[in-house]
């Protein structure tokens, strides 16, 4: 190659003349602006609208289980102590197991709106209903068997519906574990920051600093080559860039570590016996998601700063463009 062409090269490809420098830290800004917003705005909408999405659907389904394990299992209490009290041939399996059972079928009925695993967890739940009519329909064989003639046969309808309480892996209670497992997992699953969540940020994180970095410059152009010492655009779209760059991460990474809280507050009420406990862990989850509410409304602020950046850093760009190069 020619020393000719390349410098006609060099000339096309790198312009020496402070205008086309400007030029050319011009279109950096806008094209980074472009990608940072772009990435900062995604990655912040997505870490703060799993709060409401796990208030709106994971949470209930969490407590519809354990409201529907507790009551069934208090139902099965009243039935053995009616037949232990000798109560069977009188009043049955009691008011507190019909009050109990209603109760167990209630929060089933819920669970079956509110389950949060696909079809695999409605199939789930339809066998959860088909078992519980089973075990229902075992009581109600038991308590219609009165007398002492009937004793065995009351016995043996009280074993079949231990038998489909309890069963390994094919009863309610082991059936529903395993679907109460799966439930926080997926709940984990959606409270962890994914690689392409961790990706986003990166994005966001590197084009603002880029965007930064090209920011100086451009005032050090403007200082060195037009005699500026000072742009009020430039000023501030590097204080919205830091801004950009320090507040929504503190905000995320806030809302991240409620998540965590969240889910192990879910894990608690999961894994409660009594109805304080309960009620305790439900209280906190309910109370840390509304802590994160301010947080997601800030997004249309976020958003209005990005735009201010660029637009700044833009305006004062194009205006020096025009005040000192308009007639070339």
């Known amino acids: 190659m020619s020393a000719r062409l390349r410098r006609l090269v060099r000339a096309l490809l790198f312009p020496q003349t402070v205008k086309y420098r400007l030029l050319r830290h011009l279109t950096a800004v806008l094209v980074l602006g472009a990608v940072a917003s772009t990435a900062l705005l995604v990655s912040y909408d997505r870490v703060h609208r799993v709060p409401a ?18 009551a069934l299992l208090q139902a099965d209490a009243q039935v053995h102590r009616a037949y232990v009290d000798g109560l069977m041939d009188t009043v049955g399996p009691g008011e507190g197991y019909q009050q109990q059972s209603g109760a167990a079928r209630q929060a089933l009925s819920r669970l079956s709106d509110r389950q949060i695993e696909g079809d695999d967890g409605r199939r789930v739940v339809e ?15 038991a308590a219609y068997q009165r007398g002492p003639e009937n004793r065995l046969m009351r016995e043996q309808n009280l074993r079949e519906a231990g038998t489909v309480l309890r069963r390994e892996l094919t009863g309610i209670l082991p059936r529903l574990a395993e679907l109460q497992r799966d439930q926080l997992a997926t709940i984990k699953d959606e409270t962890d920051v994914s690689a392409a969540e ?3 940020w990166s994005v966001a994180v590197a084009a603002l600093l880029v965007l930064a970095l090209v920011l100086v410059r451009c005032w050090l152009v403007l ?25 929504p991460l503190a905000a995320a990474y806030d809302t991240q570590h409620k998540l965590d809280a969240v889910h192990t507050a879910l894990v608690r009420v999961d894994r409660a016996d009594g109805q304080g406990p ?8 309910r109370d840390t998601i509304a802590s994160t509410s301010a947080a997601a409304r800030a997004l249309p602020w976020l958003a209005a700063g990005c735009g201010a950046a ?5 305006g004062g760009l194009l205006w020096r463009l025009y005040d000192d190069y308009g007639r070339d």
């Open 53 to 70: 999405e796990l208030q709106a659907d994971a949470v209930l389904a969490v407590q519809d289980a354990v409201a529907f394990r507790r």
């Open 278 to 285: 309960v009620d305790a862990g439900a209280t906190t989850v």
């Open 198 to 200: 961790k990706a986003g």
């Open 310 to 314: 660029v637009v700044c850093a833009a």
């Open 127 to 141: 066998v959860l209903n088909v078992l519980h009519n089973s075990y229902q329909e075992a009581v109600s064989e």
């Open 223 to 247: 200082w060195r080559y037009c005699g500026r010492l000072f742009s009020g655009g430039l000023a501030v779209a590097l204080v919205l860039v830091g801004v950009l760059v320090a507040a």
